[in-house]
């Protein structure tokens, strides 16, 4: 069965450091994984999502994850924070096996000190 | 492109009380999702259709939630009774293909719903 765990409910960072929001999945098969961002009162709107190809994702906003299945994670990075970036950030798996459903993690709360 | 729209945004009901959300996905997405976000958790997906038939709903739970999504294009989620662990937001999303793993999920920005 699939399950996804986001490490750290609340990451804090400084203005203009790394961003790191670590994920880890589990999967039967092959996964397809996401992470998706929310801002206040907002619906989640997909970063990058990866699903087969270069193990290295890049998506909006300068963020970027690598997919490393020996370690059956899923790390979000950021190598310069922004204060726009303060949001909650969700990692997510699919699986492709007929039907399928999209799991999601907790959520990670991002925030960006000035 | 016009985004998922939901309504309302905000309800609060007392327990027992019954209540009905509306989504319009974005036009010509064929597939259709209701999530459950309980504060503090991820999103958890409750029914899925594709086009007006059901592909999931192992997680609704069927004593008091329904959902119908009439001619394959608005949707509309309904409570009765609710209770008081209803109280969450509830995400509408929707996406392009035919329910395919790969696809991406456009969200709405979801119905605070309280239940005192």
């Known amino acids: 069965a699939q399950s996804v765990t986001q490490l750290g409910s609340h990451v804090s960072v400084s203005e203009g450091a790394l961003v790191l929001l670590r994920c880890n999945y589990s999967s039967s098969v092959p996964p397809y994984l996401f992470w998706y961002v929310q801002y206040p009162n907002q619906g989640l709107q997909l970063l990058l999502k990866y699903t087969t190809g270069a193990t290295l994702v890049k998506g909006i906003n300068g963020f970027e994850a690598e997919f490393k299945k020996s370690e059956t994670s899923f790390h979000l990075t950021k190598p310069s924070a922004h204060m726009s970036d303060a949001a909650e950030y969700f990692c997510a798996v699919s699986e492709g096996t007929g039907g399928f459903k999209t799991i999601f993690g907790a959520g990670t709360r991002l925030f960006v000190k000035a | 492109e016009a985004g998922v729209a939901q309504s309302p945004r905000y309800k609060i009901i007392e327990k027992r009380q019954s209540v009905a959300f509306w989504c319009n996905p974005i036009?010509?997405?064929?597939?259709l999702y209701w999530y459950q976000q309980i504060l503090g958790q991820g999103p958890k997906l409750l029914i899925q259709f594709q086009n007006n038939g059901v592909v999931d709903d192992s997680q609704l739970p069927k004593d008091r939630f329904s959902a119908e999504r009439l001619k394959g294009v608005d949707s509309t989620l309904k409570i009765q009774p609710a209770k008081l662990e209803d109280s969450a937001v509830y995400l509408c999303?929707?996406?392009?293909?035919?329910?395919?793993?790969?696809?991406?999920?456009?969200f709405g920005p979801g119905t605070r719903l309280t239940v005192l």
């Open positions: 036009s010509g997405h064929a597939t």
């Open positions: 999303a929707s996406s392009l293909g035919s329910s395919r793993p790969t696809d991406t999920q456009y």
